[in-house]
């Protein structure tokens, strides 16, 4: 069967820090005189901005389906590793599988926003990115404005993973920590070739909660070792 009964869950919390400024952009039918071309996503209650957890997850798999893709063209969804499937799931038809991880949106920390809150920025916790895109058969000239979240800024990270097989569960951590890997030598976000959305993942905690009477014996310690081992930056 390829869902299991639930043993228990895997709390997993990192700070994320953005070290070059990050776009992942809010989609805007009106944009008035003098705005911003591009801004980015903000929670709409703080007007803070968040890291949506769709756009963690997708580029966390897409990043380890291309490592284990034999070609440059990425296969269909039902073809892609059994680990990614179990970890990330699948709405392939006929065997639609739910996913194991559970990401949270993203929200800065408390003295992050403390931080940027009290500097002179662009934008309310953003800086504006002047950029010039030239039409190399006309010489004609591009000009627009995106919106980033400055360097420095720190997020919450939050993950949550259901022990459905404490057989795999090694496994499937193992498999996680290289994610965690690709990620932080990748971006997330837009224009990543130019600069943008570079992160890392630090300070992690992991923690475990199970109704089951038996012992899942679950090592957390050496889950945090094994994804403290994944910063590179």
């Known amino acids: 069967m390829r869902q299991q009964a639930l043993k228990g869950k895997l709390y997993i919390q990192a700070q994320l820090t953005v070290l070059t400024g990050l776009h992942i952009g809010a989609g805007s039918d009106f944009a008035p005189i003098g705005a ?8 709409p209650f703080t007007k803070q901005p968040i890291i949506p957890g769709s756009s963690v997850k997708g580029k966390i798999r ?33 065997s639609a599988r739910p ?3 559970q990401f949270f949106d993203m929200k800065m920390t408390a003295d992050s926003v403390r931080q940027f809150d009290a500097m002179e920025l662009d934008t309310y916790i953003g800086e504006v990115k002047f950029e010039n895109s030239i039409d190399r058969l006309t010489a004609t000239a591009n000009p627009r404005q995106i919106e980033r979240v400055p360097a420095g800024a720190a997020f919450q990270f939050q993950l949550v993973y ?8 090694i496994e499937d951590m193992q498999f996680l920590a290289d994610g965690f890997k690709l990620l932080q030598m990748d971006y997330l ?16 905690h992991v923690g475990v909660f199970s109704l089951q009477k038996e012992e899942l014996g679950v090592d957390t310690a050496q889950f945090e070792q094994l994804f403290e081992g994944c910063n590179i930056l």
């Not at 073809?79 to 038809?93: H, M, N, P, V």
């Not at 259901?162 to 569960?169: G, R």
């Open 36 to 43: 911003v071309d591009s801004p980015f996503i903000r929670d």
């Open 62 to 94: 897409t990043l380890l389906a291309k490592s284990l893709s034999p070609s440059y063209v990425l296969q269909k969804i039902e073809e892609d590793d059994e680990r990614i499937q179990r970890l990330f799931g699948s709405a392939a038809k006929d």
């Open 99 to 101: 996913a194991r991880l």
């Open 162 to 169: 259901n022990i459905e097989s404490p057989e795999e569960l």
């Open 189 to 204: 976000g837009g224009h990543g070739s130019r600069g943008y959305g570079r992160v890392r993942l630090s300070d992690f």
